[in-house]
Every structure is written in structure tokens, then in C-alpha cells.
């Protein structure tokens, strides 16, 4: 029983005893005691007064003599006003530090929770290459997978590619018109970016024309828009498309494998992957029989252009288009059909949509219609919303050929890992080859911890020198950290000490008993980062945890402890401080990294050892006949 419910349980029990009154667990006001005050947990006593008769400073004092007369764990109390403040013994802490060290998994869940997710995440369009805004949105995907895993969830990692609809057929257009046969391999360009140039290079077309139809034809700008000769040819295409003209299609599936390939080397590098791939090309016509057959039932409307629509002001929104006057589908339609083929296909509690804070009504309306249409799996539909990524240079355009391209930007990462590394010297030894494997973890691991440790819901800015800084809230400053535990162990292991557990009678410091509640404190953090779908809440932890630690290394001595039972602890806690930044930022895909930081660290200490060997003999060597000590 953790100390938490034990105190809940004997706080319920004193009050019967002291008052003859009984309170439900849940009245029971437990809180981390405030730094500024003695003690541990604190129970608020306010609420019992009403039983006790007396003022909070007398009932909190009865209550606190009480605990203390009937649980061990407790070493002292005291009151402040109607706070009483818990003060546990070491010997607890102590045992709460062996009990950790016995799960390599500690902050995991090892039983299957019974409950399962699908989440969804990536969603590309197969018009463009992926963008900054889609590095966090495959970061968070992939994080919030992982996590959800620690807690004993089944989670399947799905990725709906956007490979149908205008926009494709707007970089469909513009390849037809203006490429002359050209090919990713012709060009020597990546088969995502080549696409995506000629996605702008409609928009330029685009803009061209509607600004000749006003001046020639003195149309207004919304006519002229609506007529541009090139918009009319990519929604022409579209219908033949959706009819399955086979130079159409042919066209289409060409231009997407270039698409998709370009995506592959994308995710590889970024380190993410998925379970299973849908393509709304195949799911689109199930959402448009959905629709049909929700029209036929009198739940839809067909205006009279023949658009089909969904009525919700009765729900306090407005009417959704559905299919066009045309019959063509629109996102909606699609979404509707994929939803529908995936709750057929798992049986799930939660379909978990990761997508940008723009799209909150689309999935409010999403989750609404499919209620009308009557599916029981409506409510199941939830939407991760995550505030969009901003650089210092302003928001991104797509069609304007001003996104931050996602590899441009990865190239970039690893450009200043390397600057940065080169600069302090730490890579000397390392053979080209690996150096260069170096700089892409490090680069990899500062993006993905800078991207992650800001609360999704918030904007961010992202600054890609910042987050390779070695000091700060930054990715190399934890996974540095964590590579001076495992070179402290790895002497200490050269050296033959390897502790198992720790004496749990010997003294400690308040430092050290409060890093080992941090320790302990990671299963309640991955639960809430569950919760919450909050990746930035284990990232946070990580770092908090992470200078914790190094500040315990500045005061406290580990290896050259004269004390054998205290040296024990102090390596124990340190391992045990490792593991749960391992465990914490495995969840946030950076483990690979930790891994080879620490291989490079355990290079560097066997250099730095050999040269103070050196040092020390040449210094015995002088002093021995000059009396002087020449090397400092």
C-alpha cells in the first residue's frame, strides 16, 4: 500500500476514533507538503472541524498524535493553521527506493488494462511534402502512442493519407501542364517535394489568371476565381477521376507514388512508423453510400443544385455540406466513411484524432453527424487538438511555397548539431562516419524533446538553435545527464560495486530523500500524461528530474563516499534516477540517442582518465626530484 492510501485510510479511521464520525475516502484532502514547511504530504483538516467541535490548529494537532501513534512510516507532524503536515521517515524512503529498483520498467503498467485506442496521427496530402506542423504532429502521435501503451493500453497507430480531392488534382493539373515529362528521377528531387512544386506552381498559374480576367474581362475577384481557366481543369479532373478515366487515374497513381515515397524517407528519419495505413481514395465511396442511405432516411437534405446537406441548428451549429452539386465527396464525406470501416474493422473504446486546433469544429461536427446517422460509436470519436507551431520569421502558406519544409528542417537540426559539437570539442576521436551518426541523433533527440515539452493545446515557437543547447530545458542537457549516471556506474562497477538495495537504516539528506520521491513520482506522471494526452508532462519531469540530480552530484559525493552503506545508496539512486529518465524519455521516442550519448561518454572518460594517469606520473616523476609539481 502506498503511503498515500495508508495515510487516507488511518485519517478516516482517527476520525472515528477522536470524533465518532465517519467520512468517505474521498473527503480526504491529500497534497505535496509546501517547500516553505516541514514534511511530506499534507492533510487538509478544515473539513473535519464541523466533527471535532474545535479550531483547525487543535483538531490538526489530535489528528496528527493520532497518525503518528498508529503508522511507523510517520516521523514527525506539525500544524499550520488547518494544514497538517506529514513528515515520513527515511526508512520509508528508503524501501520505496528497493521496491523501485526492482522493475527495470518502473512508471510502466504490466498489466493489459482491458481498454484500447486507435490513434490516429500524420495525415498527410499527397500534394505537398510534409512541415514543421507536421513534425509535431507526428511527434505528439507517436508520444501519446507510446504512452498510452505504458498504462496497459492496446493502441493501434493508423495513418490516413489524403491522396483524392481538388488539391491533389490542382498538383495533378499543373504536372500536366507545365512539367514537359519531367520525373523525380529526371530532376534529381525527392519524389514529395517534386509534387509539391508544381502545388505552387498552380497557386502562381492561379493567381495569374484571376488577375487577367479582371482586368480584361472586368469581372470581380470572387467571379474571376471561380472561372480561372485552370481551377475549371483541375475540377474537371476530379470528376473523371471519381468516374475512373483510366489516363486520369493512371496520372493519379504515378504522381502519388512519388508522393509516398518521399514519405517513407520522411518518417524514417523522423523516427515514427504506424500499425496500419488508410487512403481515403478507398474510403471516400463508403462515406458517400453513407450519406446516400442518411438522405434516403430523411436524416440529410438535398438542396435544389442537388448538394446534400447535414441540418445541426439544433445543436447550435449551422448546415454542413456533405456532397456537391456535383456528387462529389468533400472531407467530411470521407471522414464519415473511414470512421465507419475502422469501428467495423477494431472493436476500440477510443478513436483518437491528432489534429491541429483549426480543425475543432470539423471533428465536433464529425462526432454529430455520425450520431444523427445513428452509429453507437459517435461519442467514441475524440479529438487531440494541439496549438499550431510558429517560427520567429511568422506562420506558414502551403500554396505560397513558404512552409518549413520537415526534411529541410531535420538537415538543418543536424547542421547545428554538428556546428555545436564541433565547437566544444566532442566528438574528437570519432571517425567521420560516426560522427556524422552522432550529429543526426543529437539533432533528432533536441527536436523531439523541444517539439514535446510544450503542452499540446499551447502555439509554440520553435527555435532550432535553442534547442540544441547542451544547458537549460533542452533534450542534450537530459540526455547529458543521464550519460554522466552511466559513466558514475560504470566505474563504480570497474571498481566492484554494484549495489542490489539499500541499507535502509542509514541517515539522509533532505536533497536526497526529495530525489527519491521524484523517482517514485514517474508511474503518477505517465498515468496523467495518459490522461491528459500530454507528452510535455513527462518531457517536464524528465528535466526536473534531470537537474535534480545534478545538483545532488555537485553537493554530494558518490564514489569517493568513505561510508560503504551510504556509498551503496547514492549509486543505487543514482542508477534508479537514470532508469526513470530512460524510461520517461523512451516515451517520447529519444531512447536511441540516450543510448549512443552515453557509449561516446564512456569513450571520453576512459580518455580523460588516461591523461590524469599521465599527469599524476609526470607529477610524481618532478616532484620526486625537483620537490615541484608542474602539471595542474
Not at 20 to 38: H, I, N, S, W
Not at 62 to 86: A, P, R, T, W
Not at 89 to 111: R, T
Not at 376 to 391: N, Q, R
Amino acid at each position: 500500500m502506498s503511503i498515500e492510501s495508508l495515510l487516507t485510510t488511518k485519517v478516516i479511521e482517527a476520525v472515528k476514533q477522536c470524533y465518532d464520525a465517519d467520512v468517505d475516502k474521498d473527503k480526504v484532502q491529500l497534497q505535496a507538503t509546501r517547500k516553505e514547511f516541514a514534511g511530506d504530504l499534507t492533510v487538509v483538516v478544515f473539513p473535519f472541524t464541523r466533527f471535532s467541535k474545535k479550531s483547525p490548529e487543535e483538531t490538526g494537532k489530535e489528528l496528527g498524535g493520532y497518525l503518528k501513534q498508529h503508522i511507523e512510516e510517520i516521523k514527525d507532524y506539525n500544524v499550520v493553521k488547518g494544514f497538517l503536515n506529514i513528515e515520513i521517515s527515511a526508512a520509508y524512503w528508503l524501501g520505496v527506493l528497493n521496491e523501485v529498483a526492482q522493475d527495470p520498467k518502473y512508471g510502466y503498467v504490466h498489466e493489459n488494462s482491458g481498454h484500447s485506442y486507435m490513434i490516429e496521427y500524420s495525415s498527410p496530402n499527397t500534394n505537398k511534402p510534409l512541415h514543421l506542423g507536421h513534425i509535431r504532429n507526428n511527434l505528439l502521435g507517436w508520444s501519446v502512442s507510446e504512452i498510452q501503451k505504458a498504462n496497459g493500453h492496446e493502441v493501434r497507430m493508423v495513418n490516413l493519407v489524403n491522396d483524392r480531392g481538388i488539391h491533389i488534382c490542382k498538383s495533378m493539373i499543373a504536372w500536366k501542364k507545365f512539367a514537359n515529362g519531367a520525373t523525380p528521377e529526371s530532376t534529381g528531387t525527392k519524389g514529395d517535394h517534386f509534387v509539391g512544386d508544381y502545388y505552387v506552381r498552380f497557386d502562381k498559374e492561379y493567381k495569374a489568371e484571376i488577375k487577367a480576367l479582371m482586368e480584361k474581362e472586368g469581372m470581380e475577384e470572387e467571379e474571376a476565381k471561380k472561372k480561372a481557366p485552370i481551377l475549371l481543369e483541375a475540377q474537371e479532373m476530379l470528376r473523371k477521376w471519381e468516374a475512373g478515366d483510366e489516363e486520369t487515374v493512371s496520372l493519379w497513381r504515378t504522381m502519388n507514388d512519388w508522393v509516398l515515397k518521399g514519405f517513407d524517407e520522411t518518417y524514417r528519419l523522423m523516427g515514427v512508423g504506424f500499425d496500419k495505413v488508410y487512403f481515403e481514395s478507398q474510403t471516400y465511396k463508403k462515406g458517400r453510400d453513407i450519406v446516400l442511405k442518411g438522405l434516403a432516411d430523411g436524416v440529410l437534405y438535398r438542396k435544389e443544385t442537388g448538394s446534400v446537406w447535414a441540418d445541426l441548428t439544433g445543436d447550435g451549429l449551422d448546415h454542413k455540406l456533405l456532397l456537391r452539386d456535383d456528387g462529389t465527396s468533400v472531407y467530411m464525406t470521407q471522414d464519415i466513411g473511414t470512421a465507419y470501416e475502422r469501428f467495423n474493422e477494431f472493436d476500440m473504446d477510443e478513436m483518437i484524432y491528432v489534429v491541429g486546433n483549426e480543425q475543432n469544429y470539423h471533428f465536433q461536427v464529425l462526432s454529430l453527424i455520425c450520431g444523427k446517422l445513428g452509429f453507437p460509436w459517435a461519442d467514441k470519436i475524440k479529438h487531440l487538438s494541439y496549438g499550431m507551431v510558429e517560427l520567429p520569421e511568422g506562420k506558414m502558406k502551403s500554396r505560397e511555397g513558404t512552409v518549413v519544409d520537415a526534411d529541410d528542417l531535420m538537415a538543418e537540426m543536424i547542421d547545428t548539431a554538428r556546428e555545436t559539437s564541433q565547437e566544444l570539442g566532442k566528438l574528437d576521436g570519432y571517425s567521420e562516419a560516426e560522427a556524422e551518426e552522432v550529429y543526426r541523433k543529437v539533432a533528432l533527440g533536441a527536436l523531439k524533446y523541444f517539439i514535446l515539452k510544450v503542452d499540446p493545446k499551447k502555439t509554440m515557437m520553435f527555435n532550432p538553435k535553442e534547442s540544441i543547447e547542451f544547458n537549460g530545458n533542452t533534450g542534450p542537457f537530459i540526455q547529458y545527464t543521464y550519460a554522466r549516471i552511466q559513466s558514475v556506474l560504470r566505474k563504480a562497477a570497474d571498481a566492484g560495486a554494484s549495489p542490489l538495495s539499500a541499507d535502509t537504516h542509514i541517515q539522509l539528506s533532505e536533497k536526497e530523500q526529495n530525489l527519491i520521491k521524484l523517482v517514485a513520482k514517474l508511474p503518477d506522471v505517465v498515468k496523467e500524461a495518459g490522461t491528459t494526452y500530454s507528452p510535455a508532462l513527462l518531457a517536464n519531469y524528465a528535466y526536473d528530474l534531470a537537474k535534480e540530480f545534478n545538483q545532488f552530484y555537485h553537493d554530494f559525493s558518490i564514489l569517493k563516499e568513505e561510508n560503504e552503506a551510504l556509498r551503496n545508496f547514492r549509486l543505487l539512486l543514482a542508477k534508479q534516477c537514470g532508469e526513470a529518465i530512460k524510461n520517461a524519455m523512451g516515451m517520447l521516442g529519444n531512447l536511441q540517442y540516450l543510448q549512443l550519448k552515453m557509449v561516446y561518454l564512456q569513450q571520453k572518460q576512459a580518455y580523460d582518465s588516461a591523461v590524469l594517469s599521465l599527469k599524476q606520473a609526470i607529477n610524481d616523476y618532478n616532484w620526486a626530484l625537483y620537490g615541484v609539481v608542474t602539471l595542474d
